[in-house]
């Protein structure tokens, strides 16, 4: 056997042999090398990082912000643009330029302000009495399974029927006060929130069910500490969702006998043949829906920070 073998069946090894390495920004020095008979003693190595490699975060941020806003931006100046040139009749379709003119004298004078106000109130109310009801139906009848199987005809048969089909019926049960405009957002926020929950309830973990069991977890606590938190990640998806149709359905609600909100605010453009008013309040409305549903992404994100979602490739 030659030295060369000997050395690797001994276990020595000579540091002097090993490649060293280095990276741009980083400064390697090995201290208290020392060799006994071919055996390296303990070395500390210290690494210092350079701060030379610059950070790219900022101009993913752009990056990110103008892949977002840069369709709605083109889109705009092309509409614009038409606009200018004639192509589009500014009676049917404003310019853009004009509708923002319109929102900014409506803020000014306060009428967009009252509006919003009322329109809100009114979607909170509906979306908060839609909220309780669905959601606590839907555990109770998650739940129990004759219950289950009683009312899933019912929710089945009711809930393609469009909210707007249930004003003449509100009209005569509410008269033309605002418990009809209530009755109308309740109804279309509540059946997104009951089916999510349903499903949520449904999709519980068998496994976790059956040790519950054996383990004889009282009930509640296995409600309470077990299939809620499983099940809310699809509960908080069903209540964007309510959310959502709430603001859909305040317009129709509105359509009841109303003399303010953006539902009227849009009608009462439409009678007076001006364009530019019925789309400022839709932009607003769009507003208005994309800030309740950033909320609740938010509250989301916070109670089930847990769950980690697929972003996208």
């Not at 004009?98 to 009252?114: D, H, K």
């Not at 309780?132 to 029927?161: E, F, H, S, W, Y």
């Not at 009809?180 to 519980?204: E, M, N, R, W, Y």
Request: proline share 5%; glycine share 8%.
């Amino acid at each position: 056997m030659d030295d060369s073998q000997r050395s690797v069946h001994s276990g020595a090894f000579n540091s002097r042999d090993a490649p060293r390495l280095s990276f741009p920004g980083c400064q390697t020095q090995r201290r208290g090398s020392r060799e006994d008979g071919g055996i390296v003693s303990k070395q500390a190595v210290s690494t210092t990082i350079g701060h030379s490699v610059p950070s790219y975060r900022p101009l993913a941020l752009l990056s990110a912000f103008a892949v977002r806003v840069g369709p709605l931006v083109a889109l705009v100046t092309v509409w614009q643009v038409a606009c200018d040139f004639g192509a589009v009749r500014p009676v049917l379709l404003p310019a853009p330029s004009t509708i923002v003119r319109t929102i900014w004298n409506m803020t000014l004078s306060g009428e967009l302000a009252e509006h919003v106000a009322v329109s809100s109130a009114r979607v909170l109310q509906g979306f908060g009495i839609a909220a309780v009801l669905a959601l606590a139906l839907g555990i109770v009848m998650g739940l129990i399974g004759p219950l289950n199987r009683l009312a899933d005809l019912m929710v089945q048969v009711l809930k393609p029927i469009p909210p707007i089909a249930w004003i003449p019926l509100s009209i005569l049960w509410f008269g033309i006060g605002e418990e009809a405009k209530i009755f109308i957002i309740v109804l279309g926020a509540f059946f997104p929130i009951l089916v999510s929950t349903l499903d949520a309830v449904h999709q519980t973990d068998v496994r976790y069910v059956e040790l519950a069991r054996v383990l004889e977890v009282p009930r509640l606590n296995f409600i309470r500490q077990v299939m809620i938190p499983g099940a809310l990640p699809q509960i908080m998806s069903g209540l964007r969702l309510g959310i959502t149709m709430s603001w859909m359905c305040v317009v129709a609600a509105e359509l009841i006998a109303a003399s303010s909100g953006i539902g009227f605010l849009i009608m009462d453009g439409r009678v007076m043949s001006n364009a530019s008013v019925v789309l400022a309040g839709m932009i607003t409305l769009g507003v208005l829906g994309k800030l309740t549903d950033d909320a609740l992404r938010f509250a989301e994100r916070r109670l089930v920070r847990w769950r980690a979602g697929f972003s996208g490739l």
